[in-house]
């Protein structure tokens, strides 16, 4: 073999190796629609997602100002048991309570 065929051989394997390489970094950029390609643009872009959280914080602020003019029910109970053993008192408390 001569020197140029053993370093066109080298160049030829060293190409074939970066397409290898290389190769699956194309197949899972290939894009099929106009519409997937728009949707992949959108979903990757920093600004956009910033923005569109932003929408969707407003929306949640929205919604707690307006729980602010619905009407409000607060409830609590109780339940309570208490025992006196003393000589000259022996008696049992019993307490319920609720409210709203």
Same mark, same amino acid.
């Given at each position: 073999?001569?020197?140029?065929?053993?370093?066109?051989?080298?160049?030829?394997?060293?190409?074939?190796?970066?397409?290898?390489?290389?190769?699956?970094?194309?197949?899972?950029?290939?894009?099929?629609?106009?519409?997937?390609?728009?949707?992949?643009?959108?979903?990757?872009?920093?600004?956009?997602?910033?923005?569109?959280?932003?929408?969707?914080?407003?929306?949640?602020? +929205?919604?707690?100002?307006?729980?602010?003019?619905?009407? +409000?029910?607060?409830?609590?109970?109780?339940?309570? +048991?208490?025992?006196?053993?003393?000589?000259?008192?022996?008696?049992?408390?019993?307490? +319920?309570?609720?409210?709203?």
């Amino acid at each position: 073999m001569t020197l140029k065929n053993s370093e066109k051989r080298r160049n030829m394997l060293k190409k074939t190796a970066l397409m290898l390489a290389l190769l699956p970094a194309f197949a899972h950029a290939q894009v099929h629609t106009l519409k997937d390609a728009a949707q992949e643009a959108i979903n990757s872009n920093p600004e956009v997602q910033a923005k569109w959280h932003a929408f969707l914080a407003a929306n949640g602020e +929205r919604d707690v100002a307006a729980g602010a003019y619905l009407p +409000r029910l607060d409830a609590q109970a109780a339940v309570a +048991r208490e025992y006196h053993n003393e000589p000259l008192l022996v008696e049992n408390y019993n307490s +319920r309570q609720a409210g709203l």
